[in-house]
Nanobody, 120 residues
Framework: QVQLVESGGGLVQPGGSLRLSCTAS????????IGWFRQPPGQDREFIAG????????FYVDLVKGRFTMSRDNAKNTVYLQMNSLKPEDTAVYFC?????????????WGQGTQVTVSS
């Protein structure tokens, strides 16, 4: 199973930006679609964005559409989540996960998560 490590989280002011990374330990990473999820305090984990194996297709939920952008560099076994115009309600632990395909997403391998806190 692919091992995933998220990084790039931290404390940022409202309106600021962060770029999260999701790095895999195996070269088979390039064959998987990747999803980003988040879990706000006291809430369930929710899907927010996905990218197919080639990087040609992405999908975003309405809450983040226009503010967040996914990309991937398969040569580096890494997927990115660029987050702009951050809001306090974006505060959550962010996770990435693999799926055999983007749609439907069937996510199985998960990272440990990275904390994002948006606060002034």
């Amino acid at each position: 199973q692919v091992q995933l490590v998220e990084s790039g989280g931290g404390l940022v002011q409202p309106g600021g930006s962060l770029r999260l990374s999701c790095t895999a330990s195996e070269r088979t990473f390039s064959t998987y679609a990747i999803g980003w999820f988040r879990q706000p305090p006291g809430q369930d984990r929710e899907f927010i964005a996905g990218i197919d194996a080639s990087g040609d297709e992405t999908f975003y939920v309405d809450l983040v559409k226009g503010r967040f952008t996914m990309s991937r560099d398969n040569a580096k076994n890494t997927v990115y989540l660029q987050m702009n115009s951050l809001k306090p309600e974006d505060t959550a632990v962010y996770f990435c996960a693999t799926s055999p395909q983007l749609n439907p997403g069937t996510y199985d391998a998960w990272g440990q998560g990275t904390q994002v806190t948006v606060s002034s």
